[in-house]
């Protein structure tokens, strides 16, 4: 969380930080700022609120610069005020810099600053930071070879925790200096200017070419030079990228939301998902990017999934696809708790892990931790070049365009697309035949017209909105395939509409959440069809009797007595291994709709960060 821009080049620098984070805002929102160097001048700005208001200041007080750092923060240690705002100044006032991350042993360093009688303003950990990097500074001979990076390099090497930096000083005005591990920090190339950010979307388009730094590594960078070095003080050779730029999603367009736009892509992300990745024989699937001979893939035994948020529930998904279609067993774990965990894995394991950024710090951990054990990790991610992306053993991009909305829509269901090929690829080598295959192939083909069918329901689900904002619990219910898309929905609705919701398997709802049912609090349930259609309309014939609002989405309406529900929503009637994309297009405009009819900002909730790369 948290987004970091730099600049330094013949340009005004304000307002190409200004317009970077403004692109980082996803990141985080609580409060925004900048520092600006002219020769030894420096100007900081810093305001709690969105980057708008950042700039409205900055616009107030012109000040003449090629040179600069800027953040939006997602608060972490201290409250979010102007003074707890990056970027964070030495108490000398010479240094000035953004940090993303946590540093966990702070309090030891600042104990130690307080003593060599350094001030602080704030209540950040990031400030100690940047005095210790001042300390150094002072401690190096004046006339030390690279002074400004070694007084950086040497204060990296007390930290504990988790860092993307920019550092500034007022006696080095014609460098900035970065560093990272484990937040993503990312030298963006320019004509004759150098660019910093913790995405390449940070860039607004400006960098021809990028430079991704790995952990531990820092850049000396300077308009038209960058320099690397590891935490050994070793020259580093680096390489340089090119960027596929995908500013047209960064756009709206006709939308009034980037999720908005992002739920009405979906026949076009799921396109993506499956293109080139069928069978010349359309009877399984083509996944080179597995890095896996067939043989390799037949001794697998185990299959464990890590992620965290939506991308778990993409992981609960794909547990039920491949059992079904394998037979292998699968095991989802949250990335946050297996990193931990220590868990007993059998020798044959394949490892996956699921992150739309690439870059959520617990799914992170979790494929390095699985790694370290000698597994073989694959990713699949929407973010090429993202740390989750290099640092696998393979895996499988979703292609899904940029996801902006905090909550994620189109990344779900490409997720669960890439994890239907995923499972039909190794059902052919196991269990499936060749008609399965194929039967499974159609679906995926006929996939995205019938997600398109399914968003004609946003008029309906509107109106729905209107009639269920009103109440502040709501239970979603499934089974099997839909269990996940059950616990998706609660989340989509609780995170952008703070609406209290939980997701059961609708027959565990007997064991406990049955006594939140009243006419107080609504269920939404799947009813579709399948072996156990009427266990689930039991399930909801027992809502009914304690008199809760019912909503029923389904394939089948003409299988339940008529006034069962109060609501019935119906879906197009799909193959059951791509009905879960398809349930998931109503949660996801339902929860869309209450969320704007409650007047809430859906694209940044409060509270969270599109990218979570904290603990
Ligand atoms: O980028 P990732 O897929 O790793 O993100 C995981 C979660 O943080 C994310 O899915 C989160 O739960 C979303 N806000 C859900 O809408």
Same mark, same amino acid.
């Given at each position: 969380m948290c987004g970091i821009t730099g600049y330094i080049g013949a340009r005004q620098a304000a307002p190409i930080l200004l317009e970077g984070l403004s692109k980082l805002e996803y990141r985080g929102y609580d409060s925004a700022g900048l520092a600006l160097l002219n020769g030894s001048e420096m100007d900081v700005r810093k305001k709690k609120g969105r980057v708008s208001v950042l700039a409205q200041e900055v616009k107030k007080h012109f000040f003449d610069s090629h040179l600069g750092i800027s953040h939006t923060r997602w608060a972490t240690h201290g409250a979010v005020t102007d003074a707890n705002a990056h970027p964070h100044v030495s108490s000398c006032g010479n240094f000035a810099m953004v940090h993303n991350g946590v540093i966990e042993n702070y309090e030891n360093i600042k104990s130690f600053l307080l003593t060599k009688g350094y001030t602080f303003r $704030?209540? &950040? @950990?990031s400030e100690a930071l940047v005095n210790l990097i001042a300390y150094h500074y002072y401690k190096l001979p004046e006339n030390s070879e690279n002074r400004f990076l070694e007084s950086v390099r040497r204060a990296l090497l007390h930290l504990e925790g988790t860092y993307g930096i920019a550092v500034i000083c007022r006696m080095q005005p014609d460098e900035i200096i970065a560093a990272r591990k484990g937040s993503p920090l990312i030298i963006g190339i320019g004509d004759s200017e150098r660019m910093v950010s913790s @995405? /390449? *979307? #940070?860039?607004s388009g400006r960098a021809r070419s990028v430079i991704y730094l790995d952990d531990g590594q820092i850049a000396k960078v300077t308009a038209d030079s960058c320099e690397v070095v590891s935490a050994n003080n070793e020259l580093v050779p680096y390489v340089t990228n090119s960027v596929d730029w995908e500013l047209d999603s960064a756009e709206l367009g006709s939308f009034s939301t980037y999720m908005e736009k992002e739920i009405f892509e979906q026949p076009k992300v799921i396109e993506n998902a499956i293109r080139g990745r069928i069978s010349d024989d359309a009877s399984t699937a083509v996944l080179n990017? *597995? =890095?896996? &001979?067939p043989s390799e893939m037949r001794q697998i035994d185990r299959i464990l999934f890590c992620a965290c948020g939506t991308a778990w529930h993409a992981c609960l998904v794909a547990e039920n696809l491949i059992e079904k279609y394998t037979r292998i067993p699968v095991e989802v774990e949250y990335a946050s708790e297996f990193r931990y965990r220590n868990a007993p894995l059998d020798k044959n394991t394949l490892a996956f892990v699921i992150s739309q950024s690439g870059e959520t710090i617990d799914t992170l951990e979790a494929l390095r931790e699985s790694r370290r054990k000698g597994f073989k990790t694959l990713a699949i991610t =929407? $973010? /090429? #070049?993202s740390t989750i992306a290099r640092e696998s053993d393979g895996g499988l991009y979703q292609h899904a365009g940029r996801e902006i909305g905090v909550a994620s829509t189109k990344a779900f269901t490409s997720q669960i697309t890439i994890c239907i090929l995923i499972a039909l690829y190794i059902g052919r080598m196991r269990d499936l035949s060749f008609a399965q295959g194929k039967e499974i192939v159609g679906a995926l083909k006929a996939l995205p017209s019938a997600v398109e069918e399914t968003l004609k329901l946003a008029p309906e689900l509107k109106k729905l909105a209107g009639k269920y904002c009103k109440y502040h619990d709501f239970l979603f219910l499934g089974r099997l395939d839909e269990f996940p898309i059950a616990l998706e929905g609660a989340l989509k609705l609780k995170e952008i509409s703070y609406i209290h919701a939980e997701g059961y398997p609708a027959a565990e709802m007997k064991h406990g959440p049955i006594a939140l049912v009243s006419p107080e609090c609504p269920t939404l349930i799947f009813a579709n069809s399948g072996d156990i259609f009427n266990k689930v309309i039991s399930n909801a014939q027992e809502i009914k009797a304690r008199k809760g609002p019912l909503i029923i989405v389904t394939d089948s309406p003409d299988r339940f007595p008529e006034g069962l529900a109060d609501d019935v929503v119906v879906i197009p009637k799909v193959h059951e291994s791509v009905r879960p994309v398809v349930s998931t297009i109503p949660i996801q405009l339902l929860a869309y709709y209450i969320a704007q009819q409650l007047g809430c900002d859906v694209d940044k909730p409060r509270n969270l960060a599109k990218s979570v790369t904290v603990e």
């Open positions: $704030s209540q &950040t @950990d @995405d /390449v *979307l #940070g860039f990017g *597995l =890095n896996m &001979t =929407n $973010s /090429v #070049g």
